[in-house]
C-alpha cells in the first residue's frame, strides 16, 4: 500500500456557510513517491465536487518541507495547481518537517499551528477556520493503492 486515505464533512446548519471538507493522508515512508503523486492527483480531482465548501488536506507526506527536494517541489506544485498552499512550516517530527496542513488559498482567516504532544513520534498540527455553526458528517474511509 502507498498510501492511505480517510475524509470527514462538516457540515453548516447555516446555507450560507459552506461545509468544511477534511481529508487526511498518509504516506508510508519508502513508498513509490510517483505512485503517491499519482493517487493524491487523483484525490484532488476528486474533490472537485466540493468546489464551493472549504477544504483542508491534513497528512503525513514523508517529505521534508524545510529542505528543497524534487519531490518537495512536486508535491507543492501539485497542490498548488489545484489551489492549495501549505501552512505548517516548523518541525513536526526531531527537526524534520514531515506533516502539513493544505487549505484552499480561498480559505480566509485560516491559522495553523505545531503542537508538541509528547506523546508519539510527530507532533500534532492544528488548523483553526471560521466555519461557523456546523453539523459533523463523517466521511468514508478508503484505501487507495495503485
Known amino acids: 500500500m502507498q498510501c492511505e486515505c480517510c475524509a470527514a464533512m462538516w457540515r453548516s446548519a ?6 468544511v ?15 503517491f503523486i ?9 474533490l472537485g465536487v466540493y468546489g464551493r465548501h472549504r477544504i483542508v488536506i ?12 524534487s519531490e518537495l517541489s512536486k508535491l507543492k506544485d501539485l ?7 501549505p501552512t505548517i512550516d516548523q518541525p513536526t517530527k526531531n527537526e524534520i518537517c514531515m506533516d502539513s496542513i493544505f487549505v484552499c ?18 507532533s500534532a498540527q ?14 468514508v474511509p478508503c484505501s487507495l493503492d495503485k
Not at 21 to 35: E, K, L, M
Open 38 to 46: 499519482h493517487i493524491v492527483a487523483r484525490i484532488l480531482d476528486a
Open 58 to 69: 491534513v497528512g503525513d507526506y514523508n517529505v521534508d518541507f524545510l529542505v528543497e527536494s
Open 79 to 85: 497542490m498548488q495547481s489545484y489551489g492549495f498552499r
Open 126 to 139: 492544528q488548523v483553526c477556520l471560521d466555519i461557523g455553526d456546523s453539523d459533523i458528517q463523517l466521511g
Open 105 to 122: 488559498t480561498r480559505t480566509v482567516q485560516c491559522r495553523s499551528e505545531v503542537i508538541q504532544n509528547g506523546i508519539l513520534d510527530h
Open 21 to 35: 471538507v477534511v481529508v487526511a493522508i498518509y504516506r508510508r515512508s519508502g513508498g513509490a513517491f510517483n505512485v
Open 14 to 19: 447555516s446555507l450560507t456557510v459552506p461545509s
